[in-house]
């Protein structure tokens, strides 16, 4: 059998570059072995529906991240949102879109674009690229974003251990950078602890 792939060798690192909304980032790094630890990542939280598989290969004497390319893509989210197009089934919709925020927070990822977001012919989310991801910072990027959030993935991110995604994300992700998603994690369990206090649980779990 043959199948479509991508393969993915970018690794920059410098002092200073592109950040999002056409701004500057400083200390960037942009490393196709950021996919491969997304995916083990969204593994460990039972997300790995939602991003292909990612693992390394070597193409024309350059290695790189190669990943099981999304069949049956009809738009990115990009598309879909300047369209205008609205999904036939809102509910299983958002409980998607909630769980693409959680992943999009843990990871702070600096290129968290709509075009990243591909959305298949039977409206199933698939996200994709994460080289410009797993920052240094321990606080979250976007914490309105976090409105409501899956009773297992909530379960398994409270179980998530420094070692678990240490020896998982090996060599692609630093004792630093797994540092920072352990804190970033604390701190979004903590915000959906205070959501649940103040909205109820039928509010904010689903």
């Known amino acids: 059998m043959t199948y479509d792939a991508s393969f993915q060798p970018i690794d920059e690192r410098k002092m200073q570059g592109p950040g999002p909304r056409g701004g500057m980032e400083l200390n960037f790094r942009d490393y196709w072995g950021y996919n491969i630890a997304g995916y083990r ?19 024309n004497g350059t290695k790189g991240a190669i990943s099981w390319r999304v069949a049956d893509v009809q738009f990115d989210e990009a598309d879909r949102y300047n369209q205008k197009i609205q999904p036939p089934d809102p509910d299983t919709w958002a409980k998607q879109m909630y769980k693409l925020r959680v992943m999009t927070q843990l990871f702070y990822d600096m290129d968290a674009n709509l075009t990243n977001v591909l959305i298949t012919k039977d409206w199933k989310i698939w996200r994709i690229d994460f080289s410009r991801a797993f920052r240094l910072q321990h606080d979250l990027k976007d ?64």
């Open 143 to 206: 914490p309105k974003d976090l409105v409501q959030c899956d009773r297992q993935v909530l379960t398994k991110l409270r179980q998530l251990s420094y070692d678990q995604v240490f020896d998982a994300t090996k060599p692609y992700l630093t004792k630093d950078e797994v540092k920072a998603l352990i804190a970033r994690r604390d701190k979004m369990v903590a915000y959906f602890d205070r959501l649940i206090a103040q909205n109820g649980e039928s509010q904010v779990l689903y």
């Open 41 to 59: 990542v969204a593994k460990l939280l039972g997300l790995d529906d939602m991003v292909p598989v990612y693992t390394e290969r070597s193409w």
